[in-house]
């Protein structure tokens, strides 16, 4: 009487540098590359959210195409040829890192944007370095928003819409060079249809939005990653069971976050297990 | 339900599922990260229904919102089961198969016609019959609850009359279609597995269940009461008649959190002794002759809590405690060793690998399997078994391993509070997105979306009554009296008004709610008050 049982995945054969590979035929390049243990950079891109092909940092080579593919967001198909290790590929790569070295303030990007600018030799300054000029949006006591280090990935706006929180209380506003993402008719956080759930925080690859706990804390010069313990627990605010990180430094917690791999929150909190903690400090 | 004290379903089902029904929940603001499952499924072409007497932040995500009359969820349940089984919509051979006493329900329902149902609601026949034909006709469906269904006097029959609902249509027991209640606290339902009720063991087990005594008592090497102990409601009854002199509080303020607030202050005052181990110096600690100051049980120590899934998973230790508190498992060995017993301390690990030994449900739910697996959830019998993703799969087996699932006859009975002249209006509460219960935990930090202490009503109730947004008004009910200011709003209506319960300090709301409570649940009716609002 049960009916469901999933049906077989169609698999298709392709070649992966000079390589053949079997695969699913619904899986993109980027996973693909991922589980044949070949790295490949990413910014835009996170497993929680849908590919938004922005950052083009992900650009491979496929036979018969002219410009290069973005692999987050492109499926395989049977006999496709892909290659990932070629000059054109480095090129490319190490030339975007350059131009967002020259828009935007990398200084707090996160390790893997860092990791990959000292792989590719990338110099920041072949394009004359930017200078950090914007105001820090300090609107309330729990967000920052440095748009200096934005570097339009989108993330924070899938994770506030239809890919996690659907709030929606953020979107990009304007067109080329100037645009910048905001809320609506750009109005304080406090006054948007923000909830505060810290999921765009959560999400931003490069420190333009920050808990203003982190905040303070770096502007204090207090931040100290070196210092932090990391341990996972669960939320006590509601009966969901979410998994909490609590980043703690001298017995505080001075941040929470939720593991992207744990099937309960993929990575997503509420108001309430981002910010709730603070009753655990307030006199210690 | 159905013998197990769980909810039957995963919440990735939310994902997948053909028809959410959400009844008597606002869970975009009390459980946002589970409805994040439920806009992936709307977003996967699930058709929505809430239940709610508001029009709430859950109820805007609806394909239809049925604004139901609060108190009225039975007649609306028994009106929805009449329209399945007239429109001939009734999965007749999952009946016959897996369910016994339809025949006596069907009749006992016989008489909500989808008029007497509208009459006794407020929701439109039409609406009525939308939900009981989509329900019974969806491939897959989930049925919602939170505290909507539960805080009432019929708490239990409410639950019953959903569970009728399921058992109609073979909503339950496959992967998509399920019984879902959704619940407040992190370890409501670990609570339960725990024995935390007055008539149960660790797993579920019956205390009047000879075996699973003996069990125990050699286990614990003690003798256990053979007949169940009393819920917090016959506790607080049994103060009164004075057959309850001495209590010993963990975690729970009910000079704050009891409905008839005014009521349980009075009866906790009157104790010969009161004990109160927790977190917050709590208007009830501060009653209290003894006070053990605890630590958090989420970040300060270690140990398990059970989902809403029943997925069990680990909380560790993150922080050292502040001052003298101590892990409530070190509070409890010191108290039973200066009691005179001879107690060794145990790590939070010991203590679950004895649970594991007594409870069959837990037994495969090793710390390291829980770390690895990140929770499992129940039953989990032994350590190759994988957990158990949905219940309830052995209704659809062709030879059934146990009695059919028994349908319920249950009757609707209106709030215990009735209105009347002096009492015209209804209040119900709930929980605002960013405020828990009481307060003393999420007033701990700076919500820039808190909104100040307000009764909610809508404009055209606002000028019934004659006040102005802002203005500080009296809410009387039959029991006390509060101030608050009022707002307006849209998704009550004339005759609805509606409190959050976060701020008693502030504005004590549970002055005005009654303590009537479900014989079957202990559960006191918080959402229906009538009360009066009056210009100062």
Redesign the interface.
Known sequence: MIESTLPEPRMVEITLNRTAVTAHADATILDVCRAQDLDVPTMCFLETLSPFNSCRLCVVEVAGSRTLVPACSRIVESGMEISTDSERITDARRTLYEFYASTVDLSLADAETKNWMSKYDVDPDRFGRYEPHRAVKIQDDLYIRDYDKCVMCYRCVAACGPDAQNTFAIDVAGRGLSSTISTEYDVTLPDSACVYCGNCIGVCPTGALMFKSEYDMREADTWDEGRQSITTTICSFCGVGCNLELHVQDNRVVKVTSPMDHDVTNGHLCIKGRFGYGYLQEEK | MLGAGGGTSS??EMETTDLIVLWGSNARN?????F?RI?KGI?NGAKMYTVDPRRSESAEWADTWLGIDVGSDIALSNTVAREIIHAGLVNA?FIQHSTSGFDAYAESVETWTLERGEEITGVPAEAIRALAHDYAKAPTAQLCWTLGITEHATGTDNVLSLINLALLTGHVG???SGLVP????????GGGDMGALPNKFPGFQDVTDRNARAKFEAAWDSPVPAEPGWHIAEMIDAMDLGELTAMYVIGENPAQSEADVSRAIRLLDGLDHLVVQDI?LTKTAQMADVVFPAA?????TDGT?????R?V????????P?GEAKDDNEIITMLANALGHDWEPRDAEAIWDELRSLSPMHAGMSYERLDAL??LQWPCPDDDHPGTPFLH?WL?E?TLPREPAPFSIVEWMPPIDPLDDDFPIRLTTGRR????NTG??????????RADVVIDMTKEQAEDLGVEEREVVRVSSRRGSVEAPVRIVDGLRRGLVFMAFHAPDEVDVNQLTIDDWDPKSGTAEFKATAVRIESL
Do not use: C, M
């Open positions: 919440y990735k009390a459980h946002p990260i589970f994040h806009t977003r051979e496959r992967w998509g959704i619940r407040g606290q992190n370890n409501v339902q917050f958090a049980g989420w970040a300060e809590v059970t989902s809403s899934e997925r998973q680990r909380v560790r230790k993150a922080l050292d502040p990140g929770g799969g659809w062709e997105l960013d405020s828990y003393v935990q999420s007033g701990g930090y700076r919500s820039p979306i």
